[in-house]
């Protein structure tokens, strides 16, 4: 299994679609969407689930210090 420390997850949604001058981007725990930040559960569904939702709703920062 692949082990992942983030502490901040593809910054890069941060700003999608979001026009200069506006305020920071929405932040989403990856933990909220049910990924266990336990070094041994296989989470991909879970993070893929929320990357879309944070897709759809225009853009956000997916954030948590644990380890995937």
Known sequence: MRRIRS???LAALAFAGTP???SMAKRYVITSAGAV???QTLNT???QALIDKVAQQGG???VDSLDY
Do not use: E, F, P
Request: aromatic share 0%; no cysteine.
């Open 7 to 9: 502490t901040l997850l």
């Open 60 to 62: 956000g920062i997916l």
């Open 37 to 39: 930040g336990d070094g």
């Open 20 to 22: 200069a001058g506006q």
């Open 45 to 47: 569904s879970a993070i």
